[in-house]
Nanobody
Framework: QVQPVESGGGLVQAGGSLRLSCAAS????????MAWFRQAPGREREFVAA????????YYADSVKGRFTISRDNAKNTIDLQMNSLKPEDTAVYYC??????????????????WGQGTQVTVSS
């Protein structure tokens, strides 16, 4: 079992950058596929990016491809989300999630059993 805790959110102008981090407790962090999701006010939670157990495979939503980069450090039990060229539509609460499911990660929130509390990202125009 892991417990993700996000950090690094904040207010940034359009075109700027932010780096989110997620620290996950537990000695079996490398056994989990990890992902970032986000939820804007009045909208459903949506997939942002995912990374496989080893970090060798990454997946992105079309809306962030080329602007966001997900990475992980299994020695430190952390994953990061580097967000560049931010847009006002990126404004949301960002959640880190862990999936124990076999195989490669995906963008289905129901496959992720462990969730952090979320961190607010606000992009001003």
């Amino acid at each position: 079992q892991v417990q993700p805790v996000e950090s690094g959110g904040g207010l940034v102008q359009a075109g700027g950058s932010l780096r989110l981090s997620c620290a996950a407790s537990g000695r079996t962090f490398s056994a989990y596929n990890m992902a970032w999701f986000r939820q804007a006010p009045g909208r459903e939670r949506e997939f942002v990016a995912a990374i496989s157990r080893s970090g060798g495979r990454t997946y992105y939503a079309d809306s962030v491809k080329g602007r966001f980069t997900i990475s992980r450090d299994n020695a430190k039990n952390t994953i990061d989300l580097q967000m560049n060229s931010l847009k006002p539509e990126d404004t949301a609460v960002y959640y880190c999630a862990a999936s124990p499911r076999a195989g490669y990660p995906n963008g289905h929130s129901y496959d992720y059993d462990y969730w952090g509390q979320g961190t607010q990202v606000t992009v001003s125009s």
